[in-house]
Structures are given as structure tokens and as C-alpha cells.
């Protein structure tokens, strides 16, 4: 089913067709545009509320600038839907995160309007920053850049890095703050605070208002308006606000804010801002999920990817069972961690950004005083858990294996040289599916492996996700823990079950077999499960390990393993290189061991986007992909049937 576009969306292909357009036209392009994002995503499913949000932004943007020549940065790619669409890729839309289809990112290898990859939120300052840079650098001192940054982005540490930067450059620079209130889940902290003051001060935004009519009668004056303007300007904002201007503060000419719905008015002050040299920033206020009656007054946590809706009654389409399912990891995760804090007064929860996505909100809805969202701040989210634990407490420090990659220097030194007992909970470890390359969760393995003190674990099925909880808050002299789980559904719909504690550092066997030993780690044993009963069928009998720690492995099963089998398989959803297969490889050669050995993971390479059967089927490890292993491996004649 091909969406229709509106009659003018349909004759643009590029932002060059855009500028074709009078500007009366806008209002009625953004109507279109937005509907053509509503039908898409309803029956497509995808990210929603905050492309919509910036409709109007976007046409602006594209309007006004000259991209690509004009570098536009978007932080992060939730909100480029309408950038797609506007730049050649509305026909192909409908394969938006679709396996083989277009990425639901901006992503340099699909456009040249997509100026820098993006999935992980607040590098669009840094990025655009160091583009303005170089053009400097090479004498053109004509070209724009553009960072679109949300609110929410903007409590990442690095977002502050850049504009603390970007003041000192004297670079061209433009930083747009989509104001919205939200990243996926409501902005917490201080930030948040300051830009409300901002937004909702009556009296600046009215003075502003009447001062920038006075001084629009000022420019007429000549050459020094300009710094009249400035000055009076700054003093106003200095003067009026509850606290001084932090951008300005950061030598950041600030402008805003301005209605980020008023497409008219946003070009306006953009031809403006073109001419004015030097690092700024325009604050627009938007809104969510804008133009959408569900997503604008609903649940915008909801809206923010709500997959495929019925969109005449805002009904989001859920599967219906005639059986009980299987929970979500992260729901496990959610409702035992809740479970062990009732019983053990140390334990607190952290989350950077993430309690729905995490679940670490059913702690937060039930102890309040307990579990801590720190805003889009994985270092400090980190160190804040090192800092708990060296007062006794005992920190559950959730965070998908994808984001933990931008904290991994606090892991090492502020946990693990220290050797404190932080217990890190890695969402979405393994491929992540249709967010792509920037969210799969593949090197949590083998970057977690290199580093001293530290436990890495990971559960095979939801009974194991419990009791691996239970025994990280134990207590223990040293050591972090990581459990790992990857995104989506268990295999256990009575999961609820009594928790055990594990000795840490063994294995399960699954079943026993011969000639063929099948080692696996986390839930893609599953897969070996279902591997094992149809190479039953075709006369085969692989043992099958569940060896649930990397590290410490447990090196007793691997002995008995290698005593016994000459052909050994080892099964990962993570990166080979350095991944679980290295670790059995390590124990083989440093124990004088020889078997034939086969891992199956995923390759070194960049694995695209797609749902994650598919991409596990692309790498070869799915059931069937098992099967074909073992037949390759083993000396046995295949069973005709």
C-alpha cells in the first residue's frame, strides 16, 4: 500500500523544487507534509511524534538554506522524517526501517543532504561545529551549518562540550533547540528548568517583543545599529530573566524564543540569522507530536514510536493472543528489580534518560526516593552509581549496551580500578532490529571482557534474568556486574518464578550429546534449543552448553567440554571479534587443548537494519544457520528423510 502525497508535496523532490514555491505556499506544504508522515508511520510503524513536531522547522530550514551545500546536522534522527521526505526520498519512505530499505536515521551513505550519521543523542554541535571549522579553514566563508538539537539532547555532556567550543571559534555556526520538553521520556533536571523560565517568562518575552519592533527602526541608523541592537538586547535578556543567559554566558548569541509552528516567521528569522556572522542559537518552542489530536494530547511517551495505528480513531493496532506470552526482559528486569528493593533497603536504580524504555519506571512510580532518571548522561549516570556504591548502597545502573559505549572510560576508572560493586544492567544487547547500526548492542561483550574486576553474565530465558538479578545483590567485597539481555520478548509466559542464587562463574548443561558440543551465551540459546530438535530429525546429537558467564567462564564445564567433544560450536549475539567464541578460543590454547572450532556471531562489519530474526538469519545464527553449522562440522552423513 503506496501512501499518496498532496498535490504540492508531489512536485518536490528536492529542496531546490521547495524554493520554487512562494512562500504563501508553506503553510499548506507543512499541512501536507505532516499528513504524509501520519499515513506513513500509521501503517508502517516508526518513530512519530517528534518528526511531526518539527514539520514546520524542517520546511524552513530547507527553504532558507542551500543544502547540501549548507550543512544541516539533526540530533538525533527521530525528528527527520520530513528531511527524508523533502529530500528525494519520499517515494521509497514507505521502507522506512524496513529490512533492506531506507534507515530511520539520517545516514551519509543514503543522501548527500544527510550531513552526519545520527542515532545517538548530542553530537549535532560538536559535529556541525567541526564542519564550520573546516570550511573556515578553507576559505569558505559562505557556508551555513546547522545543528537541529532537541531540549532533551541537550542535558548530554557533550552537547555542552560543543557549545563551550563553539563560543571561542568564531565559526559559522547556527545551533537550533528544538524546545519540546521531551527526548522520549519527559526532560528532567536543571536545564529543563532554566528553558521554562525562558519560555514562560510573560514579561521578557512581551518587552522583547516591543524592544525588537523598536530597535527593527533602529537598523536605519547605520553601521553601529547593530551593536546598539546587541547590547540593548543583551541587557534586556541579562535583566528580566529569574538567572543571566547561559548560552550567551557561552558567548552564544541567543535568539528566541520564536513559535517553531510558524513556518512564515521561522523563515523570517532565518534569512536574518544567515547574514549574522559568529556561533548563535535560535530557541524554538514546539510540540510534540503537533497536528496529531492522539499524540498532542495523549501519552508522548507513547507517540514517540507507537508502531502502526489506526489513524481516524488513534488506536494503536496491538497483537492479540489467544495464549499468554512471554514478557519483555526489560519488564522482567523492571518488576524484579522492584521485588529485590523491597527486601533490600541498599538497593537504588539509575537510568540515563531511559525509564520507559528501561522499565526502570515501575521503580520510579513505586519508590520515588530510589531510582534515579540523571537525563541523557551515560558517564555521569556511571559515575553517580560509583559514587552510591562507595557509600554502601547497591546501584542496578540500567543502560542499553548501544549507549554504554559513551561511558566506557567511567567504567574503567571509576568503577573497576576502584573495584566497586556496581551492577550494570545492558538493555538491548545484541542486535537492537530496526533502529539499525547506531542502537545494535553488539561489543558489550568484548569491550566489557578486556577489563579487570568486572563479572559479565547473561540470562538465557527470564527465570535466569531473576536469579542473575538476585545474585548481583549479594553481597560481594568487589567486582562490577554486567548482565546483558537483548531487546524484546522471553520464552517463559509464567515467569514469575522463585529466585536462586547462581555461583557466579557456571555454566548449565542444556542436554548431552556427541561428537558436537554447541556453546552458547544469553538468549540465543533458545535458538541452539530449537536447533538441537531439528538436527534430531535429520540424525544428529549435538550437546548443547548454556555457559550464561564470560567472565569468569566456567572453566570446569570447559574442561569436560573439550575432554569430550572434538567439534565445538559457540554461539553469540555479539560481535566475534574479541566476543565470546575468543574467550573459549583463549581457554582451548592456553589449556593445550585441539578441537575444531566454530563461532557463530556477528562479522566484523557495520550489520544494517532490519527486525532482528532477519539480521540474525543474515549472520548466520539463526536456528537454521546452527543447523547448517553443525552438519558442516560434524562427520556424520546427513539423514534423507
Known amino acids: 500500500m503506496l501512501i499518496e502525497p498532496g498535490k504540492l508535496l508531489a512536485t518536490i523532490n528536492s529542496p531546490d523544487d521547495l524554493k520554487q514555491l512562494d512562500q504563501t505556499q508553506l503553510v499548506k506544504l507543512c499541512d501536507e507534509l505532516r499528513h504524509y508522515i501520519i499515513d506513513n508511520v500509521s501503517v508502517y510503524g516508526g518513530h512519530f511524534g517528534a518528526s511531526l513536531g518539527v514539520v514546520e522547522l524542517t520546511v524552513a530550514l530547507h527553504y532558507v538554506f542551500n543544502t547540501p551545500k549548507d550543512q544541516l546536522v539533526w540530533d538525533v534522527g527521530h525528528q527527520a522524517y520530513g528531511h527524508k521526505i523533502l529530500t528525494g526520498r519520499r517515494d521509497e519512505f514507505h521502507t522506512n526501517r524496513i529490512y533492506k530499505g531506507l534507515s530511520g536515521f539520517p545516514k551519509r551513505k543514503e543522501s548527500e543532504y544527510d550531513a552526519f550519521g545520527v542515532g545517538h543523542s548530542s553530537t549535532s554541535i560538536s559535529a556541525a561545529l567541526g564542519m564550520a571549522v573546516a570550511s573556515k579553514y578553507k576559505g569558505d566563508k559562505d557556508r551555513q551549518h546547522i545543528a537541529v538539537i532537541g531540549d532533551g539532547a541537550m542535558t548530554g555532556g557533550l552537547a555542552f562540550e560543543g557549545m563551550n567550543h563553539a563560543g571561542v571559534s568564531n565559526s559559522n555556526l547556527l545551533i537550533v533547540l528544538n524546545d519540546n520538553c521531551m527526548s522520549i521520556d519527559p526532560n528532567v533536571g536543571a536545564l529543563k528548568d532554566y528553558l521554562t523560565d525562558i519560555t514562560t517568562s510573560h514579561t521578557y518575552n512581551k518587552v522583547k517583543d516591543d524592544v525588537w519592533k523598536i530597535l527593527g527602526k533602529v537598523s536605519k541608523f547605520g553601521p553601529n545599529a547593530r551593536d546598539i541592537i546587541s547590547k540593548v538586547e543583551n541587557s534586556i535578556k541579562s535583566f528580566l530573566l529569574s538567572q543571566s543567559n547561559m548560552f550567551e554566558s557561552l558567548n552564544l548569541r541567543y535568539f528566541g524564543p520564536v513559535d517553531g509552528h510558524d513556518v512564515n516567521h ?39 514510536a507507537p508502531g502502526k495505528f489506526d489513524k481516524v480513531t488513534g488506536e494503536i493496532r496491538k497483537k492479540v ?31 540515563p534518560a531511559m525509564p520507559s524504555g528501561s522499565s526502570m519506571n515501575i521503580m520510579m512510580n513505586e519508590m520515588p526516593d530510589r531510582a534515579f532518571d540523571v537525563g541523557i548522561a551515560e558517564q555521569h549516570a556511571v559515575t553517580f552509581s560509583a559514587g552510591l556504591a562507595t557509600q554502601g548502597l547497591i546501584p542496578y545502573c540500567n543502560i542499553y549496551s548501544t549507549f554504554m559505549q559513551r561511558a566506557y572510560d567511567q567504567v574503567i576508572h571509576d568503577v573497576c580500578i576502584q573495584d566497586l560493586p556496581v551492577n550494570f544492567c545492558l538493555d538491548r544487547a545484541g542486535f537492537a532490529g530496526a533502529d539499525g547500526p547506531t542502537h545494535h548492542g553488539a561489543y558489550d561483550i568484548a569491550y566489557m571482557r578486556c577489563i579487570p574486576n568486572m ?6 530465558n527470564e527465570q535466569e534474568l531473576r536469579n542473575l538479578m538476585y545474585t548481583a545483590q549479594k553481597p560481594r567485597k568487589g567486582n562490577a ?8 520478548e522471553g520464552v517463559m509466559p509464567e515467569w514469575k518464578t522463585p529466585m536462586e542464587e547462581v555461583k557466579i562463574g557456571t555454566g548449565r548443561k542444556i542436554k548431552d550429546g556427541e561428537e558436537v558440543a554447541i556453546l552458547t551465551i544469553g538468549h540465543i540459546g533458545n535458538y541452539a534449543v530449537e536447533a538441537c530438535e531439528k ?26 567440554i573439550f575432554q569430550n567433544y572434538t567439534k565445538v560450536i559457540t554461539v553469540e549475539d555479539g560481535c566475534l571479534v574479541g566476543g565470546f ?35 540474525h538469519k543474515e549472520c548466520g545464527f539463526d536456528p537454521d544457520g546452527i543447523v547448517d553449522a553443525v552438519i558442516q562440522v560434524s562427520e556424520k552423513e546427513l539423514v534423507k528423510k
Open 321 to 351: 493472543y489467544e495464549t499468554p506470552q512471554a514478557p519483555k526482559y526489560q519488564d522482567v528486569f523492571g518488576h524484579t528489580l522492584v521485588e529485590l528493593a523491597k527486601k533490600n533497603k541498599d538497593i537504588v536504580g539509575i537510568t
Open 535 to 560: 538436527l534430531e530429525k535429520k540424525g544428529f546429537n549435538p550437546a548443547h552448553y548454556d555457559m550464561r558467564f564470560v567472565k569468569p567462564l566456567d572453566e570446569n564445564m570447559l574442561h569436560e
Open 455 to 460: 563479572i559479565i553474565a547473561s540470562p538465557m
Open 266 to 304: 521561522l523563515v523570517s528569522v532565518m534569512e536574518d540569522l544567515k547574514d549574522i556572522k559568529g556561533p548563535k542559537i535560535l530557541h524554538c518552542i514546539t510540540m510534540k507530536g503537533k497536528g496529531y489530536g492522539p499524540a498532542e494530547n495523549g501519552n508522548k511517551t507513547t507517540w514517540h
Open 481 to 488: 556486574f554486567t548482565i546483558r539481555y537483548p531487546r524484546g
Open 581 to 615: 567464541g575468543t574467550a573459549v578460543l583463549e581457554f582451548m590454547a592456553e589449556n593445550g587443548y585441539q578441537a575444531q572450532i566454530k563461532r557463530l556471531g556477528i562479522p566484523d562489519e557495520i550489520v544494517e537494519h532490519g527486525e532482528q530474526l532477519e539480521l
